[in-house]
């Protein structure tokens, strides 16, 4: 088998540098890694004098704590859905034995998928069928139960290519007789393509309620690639509603973009939530995804919830490929 990480780098932020850490425990047959051999690697590439080693301690010391700081964050931030944990030492970082229970899955994938290019991370990135079965099916399945989760309500597939081959029009059928407290369109307004795949809106969901109308509704749209500040889902939803849906009484619309990133810059991450009205990110997907699964547990009609295994399947046979020889 090969070492599926690159070395850690200088360049590297502590976002990046808490995920080598994860990813290093999610290959390593013991489920650990440790914080010395992070150190030590970034130790190697400084160059510091003789004269200067207690300022050298001390910047230790410093990132250290801010490792702890943002392993603890996610911790946090995700409960249950998070596979790791930091050692009573603070020494290593231990993957739980039970990484293939989907619970963790869709914390993993995400983590993957963020790493898909240009990451100096991940020396094997899923390229070839796993790429595409990445962004086309585990990623949508997670993103249509984060919607769900999100709205503790009932959550539709929109994204295209769309599993069991409905329509756009026969898929906002189903939903809006699942009380989305909305009409189909049939036909489509006069200025949709007939070669139309998704209208650039990937989920829809609503807050269960006893009767319709909902009093939330959700428009939502995944955004694996790292151009994800370019696509906010809100234009493509108002020309969607009109082309697609007709009667719509729920007046509290929410548009949410997906992601499988950690974003650590907050002036960015709160500019971006004005511009993209609502994200679900690393922080907020995995555990609003394992919520969704538990509501289509209890009977909630969500999208793909039966496809859980498939999440499973994919994250072992990524693992399986990034360390072959």
């Not at 290093?24 to 590439?45: K, M, P, Q, V, Y």
């Not at 739980?96 to 990135?125: E, M, Q």
Request: charged share 25%; proline share 6%; hydrophobic share 45%.
């Amino acid at each position: 088998m090969i070492n599926p990480i690159d070395p850690p780098t200088l360049a590297l932020e502590i976002d990046d540098l808490v995920d080598w850490l994860e990813l290093t425990a999610l290959f390593n047959a013991f489920g650990l890694a440790r914080l010395d051999d992070l150190l030590g690697s970034l130790s190697e590439l400084e160059e510091t004098a003789e004269d200067n080693i207690g300022e050298h301690d001390r910047q230790r010391e410093q990132l250290i704590e801010r490792i702890e700081n943002e392993v603890e964050k996610r911790r946090y931030m995700l409960g249950e859905a998070y596979p790791f944990e930091l050692t009573a030492s603070g020494e290593e970082l231990l993957r739980d034995d039970n990484w293939r229970d989907y619970k963790f899955a869709f914390y993993l994938i995400c983590l993957v998928t963020a790493h898909v290019t240009g990451s100096a991370i991940l020396r094997r990135p899923p390229v070839g069928e796993l790429l595409i079965r990445l962004r086309n099916d585990a990623f949508q399945i997670i993103a249509t139960l984060g919607l769900a989760g999100l709205s503790e309500g009932p959550a539709f597939s929109v994204g295209w290519p769309r599993k069991n081959g409905e329509t756009i029009v026969q898929l906002l059928t189903r939903a809006a007789a699942a009380g989305g407290g909305f009409s189909a369109r049939n036909p489509p307004g006069p200025y949709v393509s007939p070669h139309e795949k998704d209208g650039g809106v990937d989920v829809i969901a609503w807050k269960a309620e006893r009767m319709p109308p909902p009093t939330a509704f959700y428009f939502g749209q995944t955004a694996s690639g790292k151009n994800w500040p370019d696509k906010p889902v809100a234009e493509y939803a108002r020309v969607f509603a009109k082309a697609y849906m007709i009667d719509h009484m729920t007046g509290n619309l929410v548009y949410v973009t997906v992601i499988p990133y950690r974003v650590v810059n907050e002036a960015f991450w709160n500019t971006q939530h004005l511009f993209h009205m609502a994200i679900l990110d690393r922080l907020r997907l995995p555990l609003r995804a394992w919520q969704g699964a538990q509501l289509a547990a209890q009977g909630v009609l969500i999208d793909d919830a039966d496809r859980l295994g498939d999440l499973i399947q994919w994250l072992e046979d990524f693992v399986t490929y990034a360390q072959a020889a």
